[in-house]
């Protein structure tokens, strides 16, 4: 059998054979059993993600598991990945005296590559309040904020290109792992929204920075020229400037899915 792209030819000495083409149902069945594989190996990969960490790894973040950087770094190394952290950071300060640091990062396992981001700033519950009081942003330390944004960039990458994301509570307790630190936020009209999770701070979108760079690396991924913009819509955003900055790693995971996607098609 001699294989040439999609066809498969059968070469018979003194005989002329037509290729037989694969067909879309054969692609299809193909790219479901990689993604059956694929299910059973992020699985596989939460268990053994949960075996080597403990309870100091964890925060529980409203209700919500959160991997910290000690942890990420253990799963990271017991699976190979290797990261390069921008040193620079990107500071954004607003009138009122609050500010936030956004980490980039490459991160890589074998072959494949992406690109995460990690947030922090100081109207996180983190920083903001102690013991139930507010604390005012000339009294954060800025280092702490920034130590914080760049462990935060280092579980993202993590947790992203190993397919890990949202564990629960539950998939915790069965292994017996109860996060060691939580973090209460805010409720009702003083709610100021979850730290890089969502729309926090309220009201802040997207930099310009790093809108630039989701169209950059959607143009990387070689997505179709609306493929983007139409993600946006469906996400209830008319444009890149409304999205939150909380959210900006999501559209970033999204583009690293379509760019896999579009690769396996090709296998």
């Known amino acids: 059998m001699v294989g040439k792209g999609k066809e498969i030819v059968k070469a018979v000495e003194g005989e002329v054979v037509t290729p037989v083409l694969l067909t879309s149902a054969d692609t299809i069945i193909e790219v479901a ?23 100091n790894d964890w925060v529980d973040e409203g209700g919500k598991p959160y991997l910290q950087g000690s942890g990420a770094e253990k799963v990271g190394r017991l699976f190979g990945v290797n990261w390069r952290i921008n040193p620079e950071p990107v500071l954004d300060t607003a009138p009122d005296g609050h500010f936030q640091f956004t980490y980039e990062g490459t991160f890589t396992v074998g072959l494949e590559s992406i690109t995460a981001i990690g947030i922090r700033g100081s109207r996180s519950p983190w920083f903001s309040r102690s013991k139930g009081v507010d604390i005012p942003p000339e009294q954060i330390d800025k280092a702490n904020v920034m130590k914080s944004a ?37 409720t009702g009209k003083e709610s100021k929204g979850k730290d890089a999770g969502g729309d926090y701070p309220p009201g802040k979108k997207a930099s310009d920075k790093q809108i630039g760079f989701m169209k950059h690396k959607a143009k990387d991924a070689k997505l179709p020229e609306d493929a983007l913009k139409n993600h946006l ?9 409304d999205v939150p900055m909380g959210k900006v790693n999501d559209i970033l995971a999204w583009i690293s899915d379509k760019e896999k996607e579009a690769k396996d098609s090709l296998v």
Not at 36 to 42: C, I, N, P, T
Not at 155 to 173: H, Q, S
Not at 234 to 241: A, H, I
């Open 233 to 241: 819509l469906v996400l209830g955003y008319q444009s890149e400037k």
């Open 33 to 55: 059993k990689k993604a059956e594989l694929r299910v059973e190996a992020v699985k596989k990969i939460k268990q053994l993600a949960l075996k080597i960490t403990n309870n």
């Open 150 to 186: 760049h462990t935060n960039c280092i579980a993202n990458g993590v947790c992203r290109i190993l397919g890990i994301r949202g564990f629960t509570m539950e998939e915790l307790a069965e292994v017996n792992i109860h996060p060691g630190g939580k973090v209460e936020f805010k």
